[in-house]
C-alpha cells in the first residue's frame, strides 16, 4: 500500500494522544490506572502505533477483543499485560499461553476447559474473571435473580488458572436517564456485592476494573483499581449530543481525506450517479470525489444531505455513493479543481466537520463509525 496521499487516506495527529489521556488522568482517582481498549485495531486507528504512543503516556495494560489482535500487539513488541476481552477458541489456548497472555473466563464451563488445557501443558493460564451484572453477554451472571457466586469462587480456586483479576461492564453508562441511571447503580452494587463475597471467602480478588468511556465520564468517582476506556483516547465520544456529567476536552485524532478527480459543469435535469435519485433543477457544477464505500465511507448517506468540507466550505453530496467515488455540488465554491483535497472528517482550512455529524448522517454512534474505514485508506501518522 502506498503510504501517501494517494486517493483517500486518513491523517491520524499521535501528538495529541498525551492530552486525551490526561484529561482522563484528571476525571478518575489519583491512584486507578487506565486499561487502554485497542481492539478492532484500535478502532480502525492502528493498533500498534496507538498502543505505542499509549506505552509512552505509562499506560501499561492493554485489552483487545481476541487472541489474534493480542498476538499482533506482541509481535510489534509489546510486553505489557493484555487482557483478551472475549472468546478464544479452545484451539487457540496454546497461544494464550505461547505469548503470556491473560484471558477473560466468563462461565464456569468454559474456565474449566481453560484450567484442563493448562493443567495438560503443566502450567497455568493467566485470566481475569467476568461477572455479568446486567449486560447479557459474557460472564457469570451475578444478578438480583440468579447470583452465582458459588461459579465464581470455584474459578478462583481452580487448578491451572492463575486468576489475577475481576470486572463487568455497564450497558447504558451513556444515559443519564433516571432509569437507566438506576439501573448502572444497581450494576456497581452487584459488582461491589461479588467483591465483598469474594473476600469473604478468604480470596483476593486482584485487580478490579468496571467502567468504559462513558463509565470514566458519568461516574468518574468510582475507584477501581483500573478504567477501560477505548473511545476516550481517540479524542470523541459516542454522540455529542448525549449529556454527560463531566467536562473535558478531548481532541479527535483522526481526520478523513480525499482527492478530486474531475470538476464538471452539469446542464438543468440531469441525472448524477447510479440510481438517479438526484436530477439537477438548473446548472450546477459538481465535483468527483475519489472515496466510496468500499473505503468504508457509508453508502447509507447518499442523497440526503450529507456533507463535506472543500476550500473550507460545506459541500453536499449528490446521488448515490458508489463503490471507490462520490460526487458533490460545487457551484457555490469558486477554484474548485482536480486534485483539490476533500475533508470529509476533520478540518479544513479552519472549518470543521465533527465525527459526529458523519455518525448523525448514518444514524449511529462514533464507536462505529470510525470502524467504518477499511485497510485500503492508508492510515497517515503525524507524530513529533
Ligand atoms: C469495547 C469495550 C470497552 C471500551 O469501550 P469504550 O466505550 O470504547 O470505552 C471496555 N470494556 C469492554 C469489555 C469492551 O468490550
Known amino acids: 500500500m502506498l503510504e501517501c496521499k494517494s486517493r483517500a487516506w486518513m491523517e491520524i495527529d499521535t501528538t495529541k494522544i498525551a492530552h486525551n489521556v490526561e484529561e482522563i488522568r484528571k476525571l478518575i482517582p489519583k491512584k486507578t490506572k487506565i486499561m487502554a481498549i485497542v481492539k478492532a485495531n484500535a478502532y480502525g486507528h492502528g493498533d500498534v502505533v496507538i498502543s505505542k504512543e499509549l506505552i509512552k503516556c505509562g499506560v501499561d495494560f492493554f485489552g483487545v477483543s481476541s487472541v489474534d489482535e493480542a498476538i499482533s500487539l506482541r509481535e510489534a513488541g509489546i510486553t505489557c499485560d493484555i487482557l483478551i476481552l472475549g472468546y478464544t477458541p479452545p484451539m487457540h ?161 483522526m481526520q478523513l481525506k480525499a482527492n478530486v478527480s474531475l470538476v464538471k459543469t452539469i446542464q438543468p435535469n440531469v441525472s448524477v450517479s447510479y440510481g438517479r435519485n438526484y436530477c439537477s433543477k438548473d446548472v450546477r457544477k459538481i465535483a468527483t470525489v475519489s472515496i466510496g464505500y468500499a473505503d468504508g465511507y457509508p453508502r447509507a448517506v447518499s442523497n440526503i444531505g450529507a456533507e463535506v468540507l472543500i476550500h473550507g466550505q460545506r459541500a453536499t453530496i449528490i446521488g448515490n455513493i458508489c463503490m471507490d467515488q462520490l460526487m458533490i455540488d460545487v457551484t457555490h465554491i469558486d477554484q474548485v479543481k482536480e486534485g483539490d483535497v476533500v475533508t470529509l472528517i476533520g478540518e479544513d482550512q479552519g472549518a470543521f466537520l465533527a465525527v459526529d455529524e458523519l455518525t448523525r448522517w448514518a444514524k449511529t454512534i462514533n464507536n462505529d463509525t470510525l470502524c467504518f474505514f477499511k485497510g485500503r485508506v492508508p492510515r497517515i501518522y503525524k507524530s513529533e
Open 93 to 253: 489456548f496454546h497461544y494464550v499461553l505461547k505469548h503470556n497472555l491473560i484471558q477473560t473466563f466468563f462461565s464456569l464451563e468454559y474456565a474449566q476447559k481453560a484450567a484442563a488445557f493448562a493443567q495438560s501443558q503443566q502450567t497455568m493460564m493467566r485470566g481475569h474473571v467476568k461477572i455479568d451484572t446486567g449486560m447479557s453477554r459474557l460472564g457469570v451472571i451475578c444478578q438480583d435473580h440468579e447470583y452465582h457466586i458459588d461459579d465464581v469462587l470455584r474459578i478462583y480456586t481452580m487448578a491451572g488458572l492463575q486468576v489475577e483479576g475481576i470486572f463487568s461492564h455497564f450497558s447504558v453508562s451513556d444515559d443519564l436517564s433516571k432509569k437507566n441511571e438506576l439501573y448502572t447503580k444497581h450494576q456497581i452494587i452487584l459488582f461491589d456485592r461479588v467483591l465483598a463475597d469474594v473476600k469473604k471467602a478468604g480470596i483476593h480478588p486482584g485487580v478490579t476494573h468496571l467502567q468504559n468511556s462513558y463509565g470514566i465520564l458519568n461516574y468518574p468517582e468510582l475507584a477501581y483499581d483500573y478504567v477501560r476506556p477505548g473511545l476516550l483516547f481517540l479524542g470523541v465520544t459516542s454522540n455529542d449530543a448525549l449529556e454527560i456529567r463531566t467536562n473535558p476536552s478531548f481532541l479527535p485524532i
